[in-house]
C-alpha cells in the first residue's frame, strides 16, 4: 500500500474514533429519539419510511443498551465505510490522488459529519447509495458478461429502499445511463439490467404489505388533491432558503466547487461513461430536489446521496485546474479548511462560546438537542410530586412528536399504560400526522370488560375508554399561554402548574411549561 493510503487510513480511524466518543456524549436529537420510538414497536414499514432505521437502533440498542451509543453505535461505521467506497470508486474511476483527496473532502463536509455521527435515514441512504453505485460500476465494468454484481446491486438498492424511499431513484439513473451511453444501451436487450431489478423488487414487499394494512395511507401525499395543492403553492423564495441550507450544511466554497464541477462537466460526459456515471447519479436527485424546493424548504440531507458520489468528480475537476493555476490551489485550500471549521462548530458551536463570542441559543442549529436529560429529570421529579397531592396516577402528552419522543426516552420513570403505548403521547387527532397516529393512543376506545359496569361505554362502539376522568400533564416547549383548542375541549378545566427555565452559560436553552388537564372525556363529536 501506498503512504498515502496510510495516511488516509491513519486519518479515517482517527476521525472515526471521535465520532464514537461524540456518539456516545451528545444527547440524541429529536428525530434519532423518535426513530428510536420506532424501534420499541417493529412493525413491516412506517408512514413516511420503511423500517431500517428502526431495525438499526434495535441492533444497536440490543448490544449497548437504550443509551446514545446504543442508538447512534452504527453511524460512526456508516461513516468510515461511505469513504472506504468512495475511496474505492474514485481509484476506479480515476486514480488513486483523486480517490485520496476525495475522501479528504467527504469527511470534512459539516453535513456528512452529523450524519456521521447521529444516526437518521441519511446515514444509511448515503451508505447504500454509494454501495450501489460502487456495485454496478463492477458490473458494468464486466458487461456484457452476467456477473453477480448485478445482482448484489439490485439488493444493496432494495436496501437503500428499505432505509429511504428516494434511494430507489438509483433505478433511475441506472436506467438513464444505460439509455445515455451508446456502449452499454445494449444492456436493455440484455437479462442483466432485469435480473437488478428482480433482485430489488422482494424489497417493495414491506412497504406494500404495511399500505394494505393501513388503507394505502402511506400514498397520501400522491394523491391527486395532495398534487393540485402542491401545484399552487409554488414559491421561488422557498428553493431560496433551500439553497441557503445547503451553503450552510455543504459549506459555501466547496457548495460552489460542487456546482461549478457539475455544470463543467455536462460536455464532457457525452465523451467519458465515467463522468457520465457520476452525472446520472447525481441529476435526478437534485433535480427532484428544486422541483421539491419550489413547494416547500426541503431537508439539505435529501441531497447528499448526489454531492457525495459528485464530489469524486469535482475533486478530478478541481486538481486538473489547480495543477496550472496557483490562485485556484490556494482557493480550493481555503474552502478545505472553511469546511472543516464549519464540521467542528457543526459538531460543537460551544467552540465558538469558549472564545468569547456570544452566540445566542436561538442561532445554534444544535440547541434542539440539548438539555433534554436535565428537563426529563424536572419532569420525573414534578410529575412524582403532583401525584402525591393528587393522589392518583397521571398521563403525559407532548406538544410535539419531537417533546414526546425526547421525554420518552430519556425519563427515568417509563411508564406505559399497556402494550405498545408510548410513554408520552402526543396531542389527539383526526388528522394522521406521524407514527404515533398509529400506536395506542389515549382517545382510542377498547373492547370492555364484560363483568364491568362503568357508565363511560359507548354503545355505538361496543368499548370504554380507560383514560376517561383521568388528570394528564400537557408538557410544551413553546411559550403557550394555553395548551391547544383539542385539549382544551377534551378536559373538563386546565391550569399552568409549572414552568422550568433552563439556561446554559447563562444563557437562555430551553423554556418547558407544564398544565394539567383535568377529567379526561374525549373530544365531543
Not at 376517561?468 to 382544551?488: G, K, M, V, W
Request: contains cysteine; glycine residues 6%.
Amino acid at each position: 500500500m501506498s503512504s498515502r493510503l496510510w495516511l488516509l487510513i491513519g486519518f479515517l480511524l482517527l476521525l472515526t474514533g471521535i465520532r464514537f466518543w461524540l456518539s456516545a456524549s451528545l444527547e440524541l436529537s429529536p428525530d434519532e429519539s423518535y426513530h428510536y420510538q420506532w424501534a420499541q414497536h417493529p412493525d413491516v414499514s412506517y408512514y413516511r419510511n420503511g423500517p431500517g432505521i428502526a431495525l438499526a437502533i434495535l441492533a444497536g440498542t440490543s448490544l449497548f443498551g437504550p443509551t446514545e451509543f446504543g442508538v447512534r453505535f452504527l453511524s460512526p461505521l456508516l461513516g468510515f465505510g461511505t469513504s472506504l467506497l468512495v475511496y474505492l470508486l474514485g481509484r476506479k474511476l480515476a486514480r488513486e490522488k483523486v480517490a485520496f483527496w476525495s475522501v479528504v473532502v467527504l469527511n470534512l463536509l459539516p453535513l456528512l459529519n452529523v450524519e456521521s455521527v447521529h444516526l437518521t435515514v441519511d446515514s444509511l441512504s448515503i451508505f447504500c447509495w454509494l454501495a450501489a453505485l460502487y456495485l454496478f460500476w463492477m458490473a458494468i465494468e464486466r458487461s456484457p458478461r452476467f456477473s453477480i454484481f448485478w445482482a448484489a446491486a439490485g439488493v444493496v438498492v432494495g436496501l437503500g429502499f428499505l432505509c429511504k424511499y428516494e434511494n430507489a431513484l438509483e433505478l433511475v439513473s441506472i436506467l438513464l445511463f444505460l439509455l445515455v451511453v451508446p456502449k452499454y444501451r445494449g444492456e436493455l436487450r440484455r437479462p442483466n439490467f432485469y435480473i437488478l431489478l428482480a433482485c430489488f423488487a422482494p424489497f417493495l414487499v414491506p412497504s406494500v404489505l404495511w399500505n394494505l394494512q393501513h388503507a394505502w395511507l402511506g400514498l397520501d401525499q400522491w394523491t391527486s388533491q395532495a398534487l393540485l395543492n402542491a401545484f399552487f403553492t409554488i414559491r421561488f423564495s422557498r428553493l431560496v432558503e433551500s439553497f441557503s441550507l445547503q451553503l450552510a450544511f455543504y459549506s459555501p466554497l466547496l457548495l460552489i466547487g460542487l456546482l461549478i464541477a457539475l455544470f463543467g462537466s455536462i460536455r464532457k460526459a457525452f465523451q467519458n461513461s465515467k463522468i457520465c456515471l457520476l452525472l446520472t447519479f447525481s441529476w435526478p436527485v437534485l433535480l427532484l430536489y428544486v422541483i421539491l424546493s419550489l413547494h416547500q424548504v426541503s431537508d439539505p440531507a435529501w441531497t447528499a446521496p448526489a454531492f457525495v458520489g459528485l464530489g469524486i468528480l469535482a475533486t478530478h475537476y478541481w486538481l486538473q485546474i489547480a495543477s496550472q493555476r496557483a490562485l485556484i490551489s490556494g482557493l480550493c485550500l481555503a474552502a478545505l479548511i472553511l469546511s472543516a471549521l464549519q464540521a467542528s462548530l457543526a459538531m460543537n458551536p460551544n467552540l465558538v462560546r469558549t472564545i468569547g463570542i456570544p452566540l445566542p441559543y436561538d442561532r445554534d442549529a444544535n440547541s434542539g438537542t440539548k438539555g433534554w436529560r436535565t428537563i426529563a429529570e424536572a419532569i420525573d421529579r414534578f410529575r412524582a410530586d403532583f401525584e402525591n397531592r393528587l393522589g392518583t396516577k397521571v398521563f403525559l402528552i407532548g406538544n410535539e412528536y419531537q417533546t414526546s419522543s425526547m421525554l420518552s426516552f430519556y425519563l427515568k420513570d417509563k411508564r406505559s399504560a399497556g402494550p405498545g403505548h408510548p410513554p408520552v403521547y402526543i396531542p389527539e387527532s383526526q388528522d394522521i400526522q406521524n407514527e404515533y397516529s398509529f400506536w395506542p393512543r389515549y382517545d382510542e376506545f377498547v373492547e370492555a370488560d364484560p363483568s364491568s359496569q362503568r357508565d363511560t361505554t359507548f354503545t355505538e362502539e361496543a368499548g370504554v375508554n380507560p383514560f376517561i376522568d383521568r388528570t394528564a400533564l400537557y408538557i410544551t416547549d413553546r411559550s403557550e399561554a394555553s395548551p391547544p383548542q383539542n385539549i382544551q375541549s377534551a378536559f373538563t378545566r386546565w391550569e399552568l402548574v409549572a414552568v422550568y427555565e433552563l439556561t446554559r452559560k447563562d444563557r437562555p436553552l430551553h423554556q418547558v411549561r407544564i398544565f394539567a388537564c383535568y377529567q379526561y372525556q374525549t373530544l365531543p363529536l
